[in-house]
């Protein structure tokens, strides 16, 4: 499984775009880039995936360049209700179905008003 | 969509004692993941389950967890005996097959004094 590196930390203001970076140089042709957010003392929640080039949803924008070593996670006018741990991920399904990744340590986002 | 239940909330034990956590997945979601989480950390996959069947239980330590998943629906943790380092969170996950996202359960936070 390849290991992710991310910013330790970041500090944003409200209403700004927040773009996190993650490297992944090590990954797989098969692996999945997927982001998640996690709150104080809840569980973490899914964003996005993504393969390769552009996804975006309700909640953000994922950029993944050609050579797929890095990715950028991007929250467009954050809130202070953004204020959460960012983890990167990239894993695979496996034989089993079951999507296989690590969590690293994540990046703490900490939105000002 | 009922969420990923999860019991107790908190528990704490003294070292050596026993405990157990439950652990009732979303409906028909294939895949069943159980985390520890110490404080400032990332979540550790501790074991993967596939319908009833364990797919990855390499980072379970062994001698003193166990988990099991009956007739593929919940699942349930065991530590005996519990160490001071055993303190964390424990959170559960779902998916269904070839799924990307995890849906998380809110997690039992143990404290082991």
């Given at each position: 499984?390849?290991?992710?590196?991310?910013?330790?930390?970041?500090?944003?203001?409200?209403?700004?775009?927040?773009?996190?970076?993650?490297?992944?140089?090590?990954?797989?042709?098969?692996?999945?880039?997927?982001?998640?957010?996690?709150?104080?003392?809840?569980?973490?929640?899914?964003?996005?995936?993504?393969?390769?080039?552009?996804?975006?949803?309700?909640?953000?924008?994922?950029?993944?360049?050609?050579?797929?070593?890095?990715?950028?996670?991007?929250?467009?006018?954050?809130?202070?209700?953004?204020?959460?741990?960012?983890?990167?991920?990239?894993?695979?399904?496996?034989?089993?179905?079951?999507?296989?990744?690590?969590?690293?340590?994540?990046?703490?986002?900490?939105?000002?008003? | 969509?009922?969420?990923?239940a999860q019991s107790p909330?908190?528990?704490?034990?003294?070292?050596?004692?026993?405990?157990a956590f439950w652990c009732n997945?979303?409906?028909?979601?294939?895949?069943?993941?159980?985390?520890?989480?110490?404080?400032?950390?990332?979540?550790?996959?501790?074991?993967?389950?596939?319908?009833?069947?364990?797919?990855?239980?390499?980072?379970?330590?062994?001698?003193?967890?166990?988990?099991?998943?009956?007739?593929?629906?919940d699942s349930t943790l065991k530590?005996?005996?519990?160490?001071?380092?055993?303190?964390?969170?424990?959170?559960c996950?779902?998916?269904?097959?070839?799924?990307?996202?995890?849906?998380?359960g809110?997690?039992t936070?143990?404290?082991?004094?």
């Open positions: 499984l390849a290991k992710t590196t991310q910013p330790i930390s970041m500090d944003s203001y409200e209403g700004q775009e927040v773009n996190i970076t993650c490297s992944h140089n090590n990954i797989a042709t098969n692996d999945y880039i997927t982001w998640y957010q996690q709150f104080p003392s809840q569980g973490p929640r899914f964003i996005i995936q993504g393969y390769k080039t552009k996804v975006t949803n309700e909640v953000a924008s994922l950029f993944i360049p050609a050579d797929r070593k890095s990715s950028t996670l991007s929250l467009p006018r954050v809130s202070l209700s953004d204020t959460a741990v960012y983890y990167c991920l990239v894993g695979d399904f496996g034989n089993t179905g079951g999507f296989k990744t690590i969590f690293g340590a994540g990046t703490r986002l900490f939105v000002k008003a | 969509e009922a969420g990923v909330r908190y528990k704490i034990i003294e070292k050596r004692q026993s405990v997945p979303i409906s028909g979601h294939a895949t069943l993941y159980w985390y520890q989480q110490i404080l400032g950390q990332g979540p550790k996959l501790l074991i993967q389950f596939q319908n009833n069947g364990v797919v990855d239980d390499s980072q379970l330590p062994k001698d003193r967890f166990s988990a099991e998943r009956l007739k593929g629906v530590i005996q005996p519990a160490k001071l380092e055993d303190s964390a969170v424990y959170l996950a779902s998916s269904p097959r070839q799924s990307y996202g995890y849906t998380f809110s997690g936070r143990l404290t082991v004094v």
